[in-house]
Every structure is written in C-alpha cells, then in structure tokens.
T-cell receptor, first 114, second 113 residues
Framework: AQSVTQPDIHITVSEGASLELRCNYSYGATPYLFWYVQSPGQGLQLLLKYFSGDTLVQGIKGFEAEFKRSQSSFNLRKPSVHWSDAAEYFC????????????FGTGTSLTVIP | DADVTQTPRNRITKTGKRIMLECSQTKGHDRMYWYRQDPGLGLRLIYYSFDVKDINKGEISDGYSVSRQAQAKFSLSLESAIPNQTALYFCATTGAPSYNEQFFGPGTRLTVL
C-alpha cells in the first residue's frame, strides 16, 4: 500500500541555521513527489515538485529537495532558515498518469527561534 | 481571481445539522477531490470524482456525501454533523494532460458544536 512518512512531528531550529525535513514514501513505482507548506490559518502552498530528471529540485523561498530512489526519500532542505519559515510542512506523493490519489504525510511543524 | 474557490471559508454549526461545503474551479480540470485535515493526521481523502458521472469513496467517506453538479463544481455534505467532523476541509483539482499535480482551494474551517 502506498504511504508517506514524515518521521519528525516537530522541529525547532535557530534563525540562520540549516534545515532538513525528512520524507519517506512507499510506492510501487517512481511517484510524483511534492512538498507543501501551510502557514498558520492558511491553505496549502506548493514549495516544489519532482516528476523526473534531475533528482535535486529547486523550489520557492530558497527550498530544495533531493529524490533518492534507493532510500525512497524526498527530503526538503534550506541552507539558512528565516523566521517566516515557521509553518507546517507536508510531503505528498501522487501516482503517475492516473491522478487517482495523492497521499500526504502527517506533517512536520517547524518552529524558528531568534 | 483564485482558480479553486471554497465556500464558506468558516462555518460553525450544531450537532445534527445538515451542512454543505462547496467547491468551484476555473481551471477546466475534470478531477476533483475533498480532503479533511486534522492536527497530527495530515490530509485524508474523503471523496474524489473523475468526471460528472464518476464518484469514488476515499479513505474516510463515512458520514459524508458528495455531489458533482458540473465539471467545475463539487460539493461535500454532512448529512448530520457531529463534533468529530470539526476540521479544516480542502478541495483540490487536477487535470489533463498529465494529472501530475493537485491544485488546492483555500480551505473551509468547520466547527461542529
């Protein structure tokens, strides 16, 4: 069965420090992969997506993610966190060429301390 | 204007009441989805529809029903609301040519007292 795991429920980092949010997936084939961010009281904003090609993808707000097939992972990174990055982050996977279902992780809540 | 809209944005209702959440999209997509979000549980799929005549149950459809009135409209109903249906509800769409990304509405925050 397809699933997405975000092992870290909550992460706290200092402003200016680097960040890595983990995402592991279980899927029968290479999926489409996404990271979304949700600020308090807001909807979902797409940070970046991976469909094929270069396994390191760049997104908005200085985020990047790397697809590692051997580890079934799609971790999100940012070199230097800003206070405005405090939010909930969701990893998601989708089936290729069907649009049947998209599966979401349970989210990682990020706190940024000054 | 937003491509995917949801109404209402916030709603407070009482146990046992019938309530309808509406979703409209201008993206021309044929596939639409309803999710609910609960703290610590992420987004879970309630129902999805591939076209006007196609409705499918998702992971947590009990207590909900849907109606696809037109390609652009997909409504979610709670026939008799209960407090554990208090959640944030999202509508999403996807479409041709590759159906490889979902586009989300702003969400409806529902509170059932």
């Amino acid at each position: 069965a397809q699933s997405v795991t975000q092992p870290d429920i909550h992460i706290t980092v200092s402003e200016g420090a680097s960040l890595e949010l983990r995402c592991n997936y279980s899927y029968g084939a290479t999926p489409y992969l996404f990271w979304y961010v949700q600020s308090p009281g807001q909807g979902l904003q797409l940070l970046l997506k991976y469909f094929s090609g270069d396994t390191l993808v760049q997104g908005i707000k200085g985020f990047e993610a790397e697809f590692k097939r051997s580890q079934s992972s799609f971790n999100l990174r940012k070199p230097s966190v800003h206070w405005s990055d405090a939010a909930e982050y969701f990893c998601a996977v989708g089936a290729r060429n069907t649009g049947n279902q998209f599966y979401f992780g349970t989210g990682t809540s990020l706190t940024v301390i000054p | 204007d937003a491509d995917v809209t949801q109404t209402p944005r916030n709603r407070i209702t009482k146990t046992g009441k019938r309530i309808m959440l509406e979703c409209s999209q201008t993206k021309g997509h044929d596939r639409m989805y309803w999710y609910r979000q609960d703290p610590g549980l992420g987004l879970r799929l309630i129902y999805y529809s591939f076209d006007v005549k196609d409705i499918n149950k998702g992971e947590i459809s009990d207590g909900y029903s849907v109606s696809r009135q037109a390609q652009a409209k997909f409504s979610l109903s709670l026939e008799s609301a209960i407090p554990n249906q208090t959640a944030l509800y999202f509508c999403a769409t996807t479409g041709a040519p590759s159906y490889n990304e979902q586009f989300f509405g702003p969400g409806t925050r529902l509170t059932v007292l």
